[in-house]
T-cell receptor, first 115, second 112 residues
Framework: DTGVSQNPRHKITKRGQNVTFRCDPI?????LYWYRQTLGQGPEFLTY????????KSRLLSDRFSAERPKGSFSTLEIQRTEQGDSAMYLC?????????????FGPGTRLTVT | LAKTTQPISMDSYEGQEVNITCSHN???????ITWYQQFPSQGPRFIIQ???TKVTNEVASLFIPADRKSSTLSLPRVSLSDTAVYYC?????????????FGQGTRLTINP
């Protein structure tokens, strides 16, 4: 499978714990995006990388959130001191500079439950 | 980014043609119209994109009137597997990264 992969698919954690998610984009894609989706809502943009550079961050991304893409390939999203409001599906997407701007390829997501 | 309005939910039956309309009254000259589909527990999937008139691919057709203030996604002969949420997005399609802005989408349910 050459699509976008995300790990883990599900994560249950207790409030206050730190969690880290991984995203592996389609190999030739240099752009990588993180979105968050809560039940009944559309995905919300969190942040975007072009190669290893993080070029945009949403105001939704509080200081407890950090994302990296150290070698311009896979990316990690870390949430520190998780809160119940962080419970959501975290989606990763990638695109190539050759793609039309609005065509992004999404992974299956990581569902986070904070208890 | 232009705001979009689409029905919260729709129901139809297998074999029928389904049309989902999206309103985007404030669409700008450089904006394109894009539709995504999302199945439960999956990420959204790009379906179709257009600027004006009609676009057709193997999955759907997109009809855009001359004033471009609305668009209609048409799914021919739907099956149970077309049950999903459909999102209409409007924005400038430059060669570059795009921060996709999703609304609530239309939850389409196909009944046997």
């Amino acid at each position: 499978d050459t699509g976008v992969s995300q790990n883990p698919r599900h994560k249950i954690t207790k409030r206050g714990q730190n969690v880290t998610f991984r995203c592996d984009p389609i190999s030739e894609h240099n752009r990588l995006y993180w979105y968050r989706q809560t039940l009944g809502q559309g995905p919300e943009f969190l942040t975007y990388f072009q190669n290893e550079a993080q070029l945009e961050k949403s105001r939704l991304l509080s200081d407890r959130f950090s994302a990296e893409r150290p070698k311009g390939s896979f990316s990690t999203l870390e949430i520190q001191r998780t809160e119940q409001g962080d419970s959501a599906m975290y989606l990763c997407a990638s695109s190539s500079k050759l793609d039309r701007g609005y065509e992004q390829y999404f992974g299956p997501g990581t569902r986070l439950t904070v208890t | 980014l232009a705001k979009t309005t689409q029905p919260i939910s729709m129901d139809s039956y297998e074999g029928q043609e389904v049309n989902i309309t999206c309103s985007h009254n404030n669409i700008a000259t450089n904006d394109y119209i894009t539709w995504y589909q999302q199945f439960p527990s999956q990420g959204p999937r790009f379906i179709i994109q257009g600027y004006k008139t009609k676009v057709t691919n193997e999955v759907a057709s997109l009809f855009i009137p001359a004033d471009r203030k609305s668009s209609t996604l048409s799914l021919p002969r739907v099956s149970l597997s077309d049950t999903a949420v459909y999102y209409c997005l409007v924005g400038d399609i430059i060669q570059g990264a795009q921060k996709l802005v999703f609304g609530q989408g239309t939850r389409l349910t196909i009944n046997p």
